[in-house]
């Protein structure tokens, strides 16, 4: 483990943790509350001055709020900024570390491949499949994510001829549109908490798709609307 963080590890109260690695954060069962807020809030402060492994921290902060449940509620955003994340960042990593024991992750990977599976998969058994398959491949982060996007969005349709060519486009839309909604529902834990003006922002980013759902709303009730042949 390099020095900076073998010297933030040392400022953590050794009662409450069991074991630390470059992927995460093992913490004693039993801790109460206000212990656990005084070690979120002081492992956010000091991760804040470090500019190397910001990764490892952000494992140990997700590894804390998994930890934590529902206690951080309200207070994830001044967790995040006195760490020097993004709000967003900090809410994966807890979700992905929720998903992903500490014992369960592969030291060969990186911790943005164990990020890309527990975000995209909520079952044990498919998060050991998909870590296994990138050890075992030597997938990189960018491939991972391919990967996983064909798997989300479902096999492709079977060129049926010359006419096949012309549906490329429409398929590949809806291969794209299966893996954000699968996408948006393994990440319910995350959006769920999103305030108001996140909520607010998210829709102004989402207007295209916003437009797309109220088109093809209109479209169908159009032919709903068409009078039957008598």
Known sequence: MPADLKSLLSGLPQTHVQEASRLGLALKPGMDTESWSKLVAGLAQVAGRLSRDRD??????????????????????????????????????????????????????????????????????????WLSLAEREGLSVRELRKRIRQHLAGPTSPDSGPAAASNVAPFALFRELRAVCRFVE?????????????????????????????????????????????
């Open 56 to 129: 490892t921290v952000t494992a140990w902060l997700g590894d804390l709020l998994a930890y934590g449940g529902g206690k951080y509620r309200g207070q994830i955003t001044e967790y995040a900024m006195a760490a020097g994340l993004d709000p967003g960042t900090l809410r994966i990593a807890k979700l992905v570390c929720s998903r992903i024991p500490v014992l369960s992750r592969l030291n060969t990977l990186s911790w943005t491949h164990h990020c890309e599976v527990g975000k995209a998969f909520k079952a044990p058994a498919e998060i050991k499949s």
């Open 186 to 230: 393994n990440h319910a834990e995350v959006w769920q908490e999103w305030s108001p003006e996140t909520c607010e922002l998210a829709l102004s980013e989402l207007q295209p798709i916003v437009g797309f759902i109220e088109e093809m709303k209109t479209r169908t009730a159009g032919r709903r609307n068409l009078p039957m042949a008598g």
